[in-house]
C-alpha cells in the first residue's frame, strides 16, 4: 500500500512522514507550487515528486473572465485526480495543501477507493479555511476562546469539516506571541500528521475504508 503526499509550501509535515515508521511508503509527493521547499524535501529523500500548478491551468485566462477560470479550476481538479489514481495509492494525505478540492477531484479518488485526509491547525468545526492559525491566535488575544489546536480529517466537499481522526487541543495564553503559539500549534502537527496516517492506515488495512 503507498501514499501520495499534497503539499503546497515549506513541507515541515511532509518532513514529519518522511522521518517518520510509517507502515506505508510514500510513493509521491505532490506540490501546488514550484517553489515549494517541501519538493526539496521530497528530493532528499528520494521521493519521486511533481508540481500541479493552478497558475498554469490559468495561463492566459483574465481574472474578470470568471466562467472560463471557473471551467479551468475544474480541469485542474480532475487532472490532478487521474494523476494521483494512475499511482494507485490507497491513501492520500494533504500536509499543508492549500488549495480546496472540489468534487471534481473527491469524486474520482473516492471512486478508486482512495482515502484522502487533512491537516486543519484549528479544532473541529472552527476557523474554516486559510490562516487558520491566525485567526485561532487572535480570538485568544481578544479573550473568546482559551482554547485552539489542531485536527486531522478526511477530506469531504465541506471545506475542512470531514469526520475528525485526531483532535490536539493547546490551552491558549493571551499574553503568548503569535511566533510561539505557531511553534507549538507547528510541534502538535508534526504529531498529529504521523499519527493521523497512521490511523487512516490501519482503518483502511482493516478494511474499514
Ligand atoms: C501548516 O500550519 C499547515 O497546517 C498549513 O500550512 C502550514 C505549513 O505546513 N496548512 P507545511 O510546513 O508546509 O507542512
Redesign the pocket.
Known amino acids: 500500500m503507498s501514499i501520495v503526499v499534497l503539499?503546497?509550501?515549506?513541507?515541515?509535515?511532509?518532513q514529519a512522514l518522511i522521518d517518520a515508521q510509517l507502515p506505508a511508503s510514500i510513493s509521491h509527493v505532490i506540490s501546488s507550487s514550484a517553489d515549494a521547499y517541501?519538493l526539496e524535501r521530497a528530493r532528499k529523500a528520494g521521493i519521486p515528486h511533481s508540481v500541479h500548478s493552478l497558475q498554469s491551468y490559468y495561463q492566459g485566462v483574465p481574472v474578470s473572465d470568471k466562467d472560463e477560470r471557473k471551467k479551468r479550476r475544474q480541469t485542474f481538479d480532475k487532472e490532478l485526480a487521474k494523476k494521483i489514481t494512475a499511482l494507485h495509492p490507497k491513501l492520500v494525505v494533504c500536509?499543508?495543501w492549500?488549495l480546496i478540492l472540489s468534487p471534481a477531484f473527491l469524486d474520482p479518488i473516492s471512486e478508486a477507493g482512495i482515502s484522502i485526509i487533512n491537516?486543519?491547525?484549528a479544532l473541529p468545526g472552527t476557523f474554516l479555511g486559510l490562516n487558520a492559525?491566525e485567526r485561532a491566535w487572535e480570538a485568544g488575544r481578544r479573550g473568546e476562546i482559551t482554547e485552539a489546536g489542531l485536527m486531522i480529517h478526511y477530506v469531504t466537499a465541506a471545506v475542512d469539516e470531514g469526520e475528525p481522526l485526531i483532535v490536539k487541543k493547546l490551552l491558549l495564553n493571551k499574553d503568548e506571541t503569535l511566533e510561539k503559539y505557531e511553534e507549538r500549534?507547528?510541534a502538535a502537527?508534526h504529531e498529529a500528521i504521523v499519527e493521523g496516517t497512521i490511523k487512516a492506515y490501519e482503518s483502511i488495512a482493516a478494511g474499514q475504508q
Open positions: 503539499i503546497s509550501g515549506n513541507g515541515s509535515n511532509l517541501g500536509a499543508g492549500m491537516l486543519h491547525p492559525i500549534i507547528h502537527e
